[in-house]
């Protein structure tokens, strides 16, 4: 598992999981199962590593280009 996940992107997940999740706790009804999606984007930020970079083949981690 190589990193794949770079800065600002890791950056932007992270707050987007973060905001994500918080969404599950404040909203009510079948919308805030929406905020469980939160958890693959803080996961995917705090691991900079994210499956389908790999397969897409997309890396914006400055140290591994290619």
Request: contains cysteine; hydrophobic residues 55%; charged residues 10%.
């Amino acid at each position: 598992m190589a990193a794949n996940v770079g800065g600002i992107d890791r950056t932007l997940r992270i707050v987007a999981g973060i905001v994500l999740i918080a969404m599950f706790f404040v909203l009510e009804g079948p919308a805030r199962w929406v905020g469980l999606l939160g958890l693959v984007a803080l996961g995917t930020g705090l691991f900079s590593f994210c499956p389908l970079y790999t397969v897409l083949g997309i890396n914006t981690c400055p140290m591994k280009k290619g």
